[in-house]
Structure formats: structure tokens, C-alpha cells
């Protein structure tokens, strides 16, 4: 299934949280930390105000609670705002 986002709005695929463990402790899911970052698997053609500056393929930052998650095909995603990403990662 493919999934356009509308407007401003990007599509991210967030980078899986570091499992840690501590003296053996295997940490539930629950408790990890949610990712801060990710990679951009689609964007929308933006607003007359307002044109598209992530591209897909983007390595990006976001804020702890920015975006709407949810579960496609057995995959978790993002969808935010691009005002919502913080800073696209160069390499």
C-alpha cells in the first residue's frame, strides 16, 4: 500500500529504539526511549505558503512527542508536519 501525505506533512520511518540492557535486564518495549530520529519515506507537494524542504531519503530529527504513529504492514511510521522536523542530517 502506498501513502501520499497531504500538504505540509511527511511520511518517516522511525530508527528502531537501541535495545539496552543492564546486567543482564532485557528492558521492555515500554520503557525504551522513543526514537528522535528517522528517515523520510514520503512527502506531501507542501502549501502555497510554505514549500517542501525535506525530501524523501532525508535522514531527520524531530521532537520527542511530534507526530502521529501508526502501524502499516507490520511497520511503525510517523506522520508530522514539516515544521515538526527539527534538522535534516548530512552526512
Known amino acids: 500500500m502506498n501513502i501520499k501525505p497531504l500538504a505540509d506533512r511527511v511520511l518517516i520511518s522511525p530508527t528502531p529504539a537501541e535495545e539496552v540492557t543492564a546486567a543482564g535486564i532485557i528492558i521492555p518495549d515500554s520503557a525504551k526511549e522513543k526514537p528522535l530520529k528517522g528517515t523520510v519515506v514520503a512527502t506531501g507537494n507542501g502549501t502555497k505558503d510554505e514549500e517542501m524542504v525535506v525530501k524523501v531519503g532525508d ?3 524531530f521532537g520527542k512527542y511530534a507526530g ?3 502501524d502499516l504492514d507490520g511497520e511503525k511510521y510517523l506522520i508530522m508536519r514539516q515544521s515538526d522536523v527539527l534538522a535534516i542530517l548530512e552526512k
Open 59 to 61: 535522514q531527520v530529527l
Open 68 to 70: 502521529s504513529e501508526f
